[in-house]
């Protein structure tokens, strides 16, 4: 696999590295790595790095603005992407985000209080919708993000985690025991590294860690396709044991004129 990298000096008591995997998101990018520049944290350094799959647009060249380290990987795959990130980070605890979320300026702190209290491997944080407009596109934010809550909720409760990755941190040693990501999925890497993590520590939700994340992919596709896209790819996953890929599950992005592709 062939790396490029651009990097800037980064220091040497890291607490937090923040890793974005990133695909033609040049109309995001920036946005993202703004909110994590105004993080109102003080226990530690933040370190940001992003791992593009060789984007076509101007996404690097954006994130190098903002980025510790902005990586160029030549292979398609965003578990790969956070597990490449995972590998050049210098801080204890790995924060993901999604290039397309915006997170609340008190983010690090809730998920480092949320690791610290609870002694947690992992931690994901509560999501809203990013952008708002009508009434009846409100409402569908309001229910869409309140049932992921829910569930991610619920399911730590019981003991088998269902986090998505839009906005979580877990414990370097944690990653590395569990073997980091699977790199072969385009949907549900999330999920099944969730419940690998909950099987050698506790996981929990953060209310005070919010994020702000896009629903593009419903704009696009609407509820009734988006929801038959993902149920489909998860039965795939977890019942007949497939390993569905881009092909199956093609990543959404916005050009500069706001059209979805």
């Not at 949907?187 to 629903?215: H, P, Q, W």
């Amino acid at each position: 696999m062939e790396l490029s990298e651009v990097s800037v000096t980064a220091a040497k008591d890291t607490l937090f590295t923040v890793v974005v995997p990133t695909y033609c998101e040049e109309q995001n990018i920036g946005r993202c790595l703004e909110s994590i520049q105004k993080q109102v944290f003080e226990e530690g350094r933040i370190e940001t790095i992003v791992v593009d799959s060789n984007s076509p647009d101007k996404t690097r060249a954006i994130a190098k603005k903002y980025a510790a380290k902005v990586v160029n990987m030549k292979d398609r795959g965003v578990g790969k992407a956070r597990n490449l990130g995972a590998q050049k980070a210098k801080g204890e605890f790995l924060v993901f985000v999604d290039a397309d979320t915006v997170l609340d300026s008190k983010f690090l702190a809730g998920i480092h209080e949320a690791l610290n209290r609870s002694k947690a491997v992992y931690v994901v944080g509560t999501m809203a919708g990013l952008e708002w407009s009508g009434t009846a596109d409100n409402l569908l934010k309001f229910l869409h993000y309140g049932l992921v809550n829910l569930i991610s909720t619920v399911t730590a409760h019981l003991g088998f985690p269902f986090f998505p990755t839009v906005c979580c941190a877990c414990r370097k040693t944690a990653f590395r025991r569990v073997g980091g990501f699977d790199e072969d999925l385009a949907i549900a890497e999330d999920l099944k590294f969730s419940l690998r993590m909950g099987k050698i520590g506790r996981c929990f939700v953060s209310r005070r860690a919010k994020a702000y994340t896009s629903l593009r992919r419903i704009r696009k596709n609407g509820m009734i396709k988006n929801s038959y896209m993902y149920l489909s790819n998860y039965f795939k996953v977890f019942v007949l044991n497939k390993r569905p890929w881009i092909t199956d599950f093609p990543h959404t992005s916005e050009t500069q004129d706001g059209r979805l592709i």
